[in-house]
C-alpha cells in the first residue's frame, strides 16, 4: 500500500489466514421473509467453512441450495480493519462427510438432546480488504 492509500486488496493467502485466525461471522441468507443476517460461529475444514446450527434454526432450512455471504471482519480500533468475504452456495453437509467433521473443531457446544445440522459452505469465491486510517 503507497502511502496516502487507505485500501488494499488481500491475497488468498491473506483471506485463509484471516479465516482460520476468527471463529465468529456474519451470515447472510435468504428467507422466507427477505434477506436475513446471524451472528454464528463457524470453523474451516479444508476448503470449506462449516457453521454447525440446531435444527430449529432458520439458516438450517433456508440456506442449504442457497448462495450466502459470510462476513469475518476486526482490527484495532486506531489502526485498520480487516474484512474478508466469501459467498457461494451453502449446503447441508451429510453426517457421513469423508473425511469426517472433526466436531470437537467448533467452539459451541450443544446439548446432546438438541439435534443439529453443519452447513458448508465452498472456499471458492473468496475476497478480503484491509482499511487503513490515515
Known amino acids: 500500500m503507497s502511502p496516502g492509500e487507505r485500501m488494499r486488496r488481500l491475497s488468498p493467502r491473506e483471506c ?15 428467507s422466507g421473509k427477505g434477506p436475513r443476517s446471524a451472528v454464528v460461529l463457524y470453523t474451516v475444514a479444508g476448503d470449506q467453512i462449516l457453521v454447525r446450527l440446531p435444527d430449529y434454526n432458520d439458516i438450517v432450512h433456508y440456506a442449504p441450495g442457497s448462495e450466502v455471504r459470510i462476513e469475518v471482519d476486526g482490527g484495532t480500533p486506531a489502526a485498520h480493519r480487516e474484512t ?51
Do not use: M, N
Open 16 to 30: 485463509r489466514a484471516w479465516l482460520c485466525s476468527h471463529h465468529e461471522c456474519r451470515l447472510g441468507y435468504q
Open 84 to 134: 474478508v468475504v466469501v459467498t457461494g452456495k451453502a449446503a447441508l453437509a451429510p453426517g457421513d462427510q469423508k473425511p469426517p467433521i472433526d466436531q470437537t473443531a467448533f467452539q459451541e457446544e450443544w446439548p446432546p438432546d438438541i439435534a443439529t445440522s453443519v452447513i458448508s459452505v465452498p472456499l471458492t469465491a473468496i475476497e478480503g480488504f484491509e482499511l487503513r486510517d490515515l
